[in-house]
């Protein structure tokens, strides 16, 4: 991950993305997409006339003694966000050329760099059955460097237990935000309850499922042991393709089981394999507001 | 479908063994997957279904087939198509030599030999002619070309098999000699001791049938059975000749044993007069030799002579015996009808064993066995055996015109019995007659297109005679006479020489001296009497298909004579078919054999092997 995260072309692809995510931004009207995060500062934005209910502190009287007519200020929040990412490092993310922790990592790299062009608070955390380590939440744009490092010194190890690992983090997290949780849900404890938790402390959550095409549509044929990647389990089974054909159907089953869940908590979803290029994810998570605020 | 090594079908309990190896052994490669818990489920399910997975194993098919194919090709199967099986003419050759009287468990050759050819019968096409020919000692067509198969079936069951050698050579012949063509599929119906005879033109489509112990179906290529009939090697008297001493006194006797045998063995020989022993000798013979011993019998001690193997317990008994007779003494009766020849009168009175009556004109009140006309009308209808010299018969093959001086050089017939020795080309003939011959006479000699001396064979004429009368030629005057004279009544043949004791070999045909039109009875060796009314002399005998003494009886006459096997080849009970090598005999073992298909079986093996390992590769 370290060799190749932080190549030429991947610094090149974020500078688009930086400039893309600009253009969007301005595109947007005032006032929509205003975080319920708000923080502490208020920015002069405008007036406006005064209507019956606004807060009287915010009426200019200055404006009102030279031309006896009422105007209240109006200013525009200053978003004080803090996105915390967090990446799977469990072995399963081992899998996939390229590996799935490999591409990932790549998702986190650019979603930090935006997040902190965007000056948020920007915090990594890698996880497997808990989390390993955290970078935490800074507001700083040189803090990208510590993120491409953090983000490169990544190694796949351990066992997923997503649900721990989440409601762990809720609780242990003083200043909720967007949690950006790129992982392949591979986790036969179930992912809910930990998504669940993270709701309940406000968490805005955007669910990245990065799967191996291999997962998607597997290959091999024959008799095998396929043996856990995490756990070491092992299990005798023919491939055949009626075989294929039935995981692929289960595999469906759980996709499915996954959108329903996020549609009906307000999470933003988005399943992506390792064959896709990673800008095209981003970029979907561009045009849909995101980091716009 | 046959294996010469049944053995190599234990090979198939293989097939199990694999069968259980996938079942319980599949060898399983390991796929690490990111997680199994997807799959695990799936996998439950499908451990159900373990049988219908192996029928899909590629792997276990291809590995099935190539056991089966492997064990089916170590079995050497032999393609035993019927050879004549699909033929539109269909020819059954069937082997009743005395070899045929041999068993293999208790079941003689012969019945074998019946069953085999009832099959091929069974399985030819409904529309294909079978023709039933038998190739024993004396060749003959059992039943000619025929869809009938019930009536095939039943003159199989009347043939037995005979006392007698077999004589291939005269069967493929008169197979030959019915039409068979190279369309025609021969087969050849035997116990396989016996070799194909050399120079003859084997059927383009012939093929063998191997019944008994060196049969395809039993024969074991490691331990080929030394003789057709296993177990129970053949001793045989494979000679036995009469030579009578020069004065007249005895008989000098030579019997020859051989022992076919691996081992050597103990045999008592002993001869016969008339039933009476006369000689007993314990023999020690050699495996693989034969014995010669002599012995003197006085003449006086009898007329019909026995060799036997006493005791001889062996494998084929026929040839345990030998037989030789002395024939009748009867003289040559022979009537002269000459105006007086001193040459021929002195000839005949000399000549042995003739008793001549010179008359002046034919006299056909008196029986005669050779008629000799010189220089004097013939009357017309005249039978038997007629010697006309310068004269013509009326109802004769010769129409004589007017008589001519021989001015040219004289033409003989070469390799003819009559004219053997005889110097005709220096012979000065002065006049002879000059005609018409019927062209069924055959000239011996000739002048130009004329006829100087021919012989002719009518029904119940046979006749020798010359267009020039004695008197006109210096023949009578040469050596060559008395030779000519000879050579005729020698062909002529009206009586056996005097004195001659021996035997015939099973199915040859005896020359039986009786007077024309008398009847003649001949009683078999075992008692059966055979009745004919011959009306040339000598009368040919061929019914001669058991050993032994032959009865001879008529109003006027009585002889006898012997009928023996003695015959070394087929006392030789090794499957020569098989051993023999070379020219068109191979290509006859090849398909006594059947056609082997283990190459092919083990090629197919092979190619299944591949696949296997392609398949295996493919899924690595």
């Keep these: 991950v370290a060799t190749t995260l932080l190549d030429e072309e991947f610094l090149r692809k974020l500078e688009q993305l930086s400039l893309l995510a600009r253009k969007i931004r301005s595109g947007v009207s005032r006032g929509e997409n205003i975080s319920i995060h708000r923080g502490a500062s208020l920015e002069f934005s405008d007036y406006r006339l005064y209507q019956p209910g606004d807060d009287f502190r915010y009426l200019d009287w200055n404006i009102y003694s030279r031309l006896n007519r009422l105007f209240v200020k109006v200013f525009t929040a200053e978003e004080n966000l803090t996105v915390h990412i967090l990446v799977d490092t469990s072995r399963s993310m081992a899998f996939g050329n390229p590996t799935k922790l490999w591409y990932a990592g790549r998702l986190a790299a650019a979603l930090g760099y935006l997040a902190v062009n965007n000056l948020d608070r920007v915090g990594v955390s890698a996880f497997a059955d808990g989390i390993e380590h955290s970078l935490q939440p800074v507001r700083q744009t040189s803090h990208v460097f510590s993120i491409f490092d953090y ?30 949780l790129i992982t392949d849900l591979l986790d036969p404890g179930g992912y809910t309850e930990g998504l669940r938790a993270l709701l309940y402390r406000r968490f805005d959550i955007m669910l990245i499922q990065v799967m191996d095409e291999d997962e998607l549509s597997p290959r091999f044929k024959g008799p095998f042991r396929l043996i856990d990647g995490e756990t070491e389990d092992e299990t005798e089974l023919n491939v055949e393709p009626e075989t294929v054909a039935e995981y692929q159907r289960r595999l469906g089953a759980f996709f499915g089981e996954i959108e329903e869940f996020c549609l009906s908590h307000d999470i933003e979803y988005l399943r992506t394999s390792n064959r896709i290029p990673f800008e095209d994810v981003v970029f979907s998570y561009l045009r849909r507001g995101v980091f716009v605020h | 479908l046959s294996f010469a090594n049944p053995l190599g079908l234990l090979l198939l309990l293989s097939v199990p063994a694999i069968v259980l190896l996938h079942l319980f052994r599949q060898e399983r490669r390991r796929q690490e997957v990111s997680s199994i818990y997807l799959w695990r489920e799936i996998s439950d399910q499908h451990s159900r279904r373990v049988r219908p997975r192996l029928l899909r194993n590629l792997n276990l098919l291809l590995q099935v087939i190539m056991a089966t194919l492997a064990s089916l090709a170590l079995a050497q199967p032999v393609l035993q198509t019927d050879p004549a099986a699909g033929a539109e003419e269909i020819v059954i050759l069937i082997d009743d030599s005395a070899s045929m009287q041999t068993d293999s468990d208790g079941v003689p050759h012969m019945d074998l030999a019946r069953n085999r050819a009832r099959e091929i019968i069974g399985r030819a096409p409904r529309n294909a002619r ?49 039409g068979a063509d190279d369309e025609t599929d021969v087969v050849l119906v035997t116990d396989g001791a016996l070799s194909m005879p050399r120079n003859v ?28 009939a296993v177990g129970r090697a053949n001793r045989a008297i494979t000679s036995f000749e009469l030579r009578s001493r020069p004065d007249g006194s005895a008989f000098e006797v030579l019997a020859a044993v051989a022992n076919y045998a691996s081992e050597a063995a103990e045999v008592v020989l002993e001869l016969t007069a008339d039933e009476e022993v006369i000689s007993s000798r314990t023999l020690e013979v050699a495996a693989g030799e034969e014995r010669i011993i002599t012995a003197t019998i006085p003449r006086t001690r009898g007329t019909v002579y026995a060799a036997e193997l006493v005791g001889n317990e062996d494998a084929l008994a026929v040839d345990d015996r030998a037989f030789a007779a002395a024939s009748g003494d009867r003289p040559v009766r022979v009537q002269l009808v000459t105006a007086g020849n001193l040459f021929l009168e002195s000839f005949l009175s000399v000549y042995p064993n003739v008793q001549l009556t010179t008359v002046e004109s034919v006299d056909q009140t008196t029986a005669f066995d050779v008629l000799i006309l010189d220089e004097v009308p013939a009357p017309a209808r005249l039978r038997g055996n007629v010697v006309a010299l310068g004269t013509a018969l009326p109802d004769g093959p010769f129409t004589p015109g007017r008589t001519a001086e021989l001015d040219r050089t004289i033409t003989v017939r070469d390799a003819h019995p009559i004219v053997d020795g005889v110097r005709l080309d220096q012979v000065q003939v002065g006049e002879y007659i000059v005609g018409d011959l019927n062209p069924r006479a055959s000239v011996l000699a000739s002048a130009g297109e004329d006829p100087l001396l021919y012989t002719y064979r009518a029904n119940d004429l046979t006749l020798v005679a010359t267009t020039f009368p004695l008197t006109r030629s210096d023949i009578a005057l040469r050596g060559s006479f008395p030779v000519l004279m000879h050579n005729i009544l020698e062909w002529l043949a009206p009586v056996a020489p005097s004195g001659e004791v021996g035997y015939v070999e099973v199915g040859s045909v005896v020359p039986l001296y009786v007077p024309p039109g008398e ?7 075992d008692g059966t009497p055979r009745r004919y009314t011959p009306r040339t002399s000598p ?19 009585a002889g006898r004579f012997a009928v023996s096997l003695a015959n070394a080849q087929e006392s030789n009970l090794s499957p020569r078919l098989q051993t023999a090598a070379g020219g068109a005999e191979a290509t006859l073992l090849e398909e006594t054999a059947g056609t082997p298909i283990w190459q092919w079986l083990a090629l197919a093996a092979l190619l299944f092997l591949a696949a296997d390992w392609v398949v295996w590769a493919r899924r690595h």
Excluded: C
Aim: hydrophobic share 40%; aromatic share 6%.
């Design chain 1, 151 to 180: 983000i490169a010194s990544l190694k796949p190890s351990g066992v997923t237990d997503f649900n721990r690992t989440l409601r762990d983090y809720s609780l242990r997290t003083k200043r909720p935000g967007l949690a950006i």
């Design chain 2, 539 to 557: 009368f040919e005998f061929s019914r001669t298909e058991q050993i032994g003494v032959y009865q001879v009886r008529g109003e006027s006459f």
């Design chain 2, 519 to 525: 009847e003649v009875v001949i009683v078999q060796p």
């Design chain 2, 201 to 228: 033109a084997l059927p383009r489509n012939l093929s063998t049938a191997v019944v008994g112990e060196t049969s395809p179906a039993r024969r074991d290529s490691s331990d080929a059975p030394a003789d057709i």
């Design chain 2, 130 to 178: 079978i023709l039933l020919a038998s190739a024993g000692p004396r060749p003959s067509v059992i039943e000619t070309f025929t869809v009938d198969r019930t009536l095939l079936y039943e003159r199989l069951r009347t043939l037995e098999a005979t006392d007698g050698a077999n004589n291939l050579r005269a069967a493929l012949n008169l197979v030959r000699g019915l």
